[in-house]
């Protein structure tokens, strides 16, 4: 499976972005896919996953103010992100799980200036 993440940059406090990954390959037994985050000497930490199903789960430091949904056969995951904060300045980096295995986007940067 590869996953191919679009949509990042800069934006001032208050601002949205989104974010999109399109995964490609083995792609007919994705069970859940979503988006992590990891800001500079912090471990990577959970943003938003959807499963094939539909369900969602979100960190509570951004439920409210970002969206994730599937689309396009369920291979295109997005990320609306709206009310965006300094702090959710990280590299945000597409998953997918496939039969208990997680495949990873190389990342992509989120800058919000305050």
């Known amino acids: 499976v590869q996953l191919v993440e679009s949509g990042g940059g800069l934006v001032q406090a208050g601002g949205s972005l989104r974010l999109s990954c399109a995964a490609s390959g083995t792609i007919f037994s994705i069970n859940a896919m979503g988006w992590y985050r990891q800001a500079p000497g912090k471990e990577r930490e959970l943003v938003a996953t959807i499963t094939a199903g539909g369900s969602t789960n979100y960190a509570e430091s951004v439920k409210g103010r970002f969206t994730i949904s599937r689309a396009g056969a369920e291979n295109t995951v997005h990320l609306q992100m709206n009310s965006l904060k300094p702090e959710d300045t990280a590299v945000y980096h597409c998953?997918?799980?496939?039969?208990?295995?997680?495949?990873w986007g190389q990342g992509i940067q989120v800058t919000v200036s305050s």
């Open positions: 998953n997918a799980n496939l039969l208990a295995v997680d495949f």
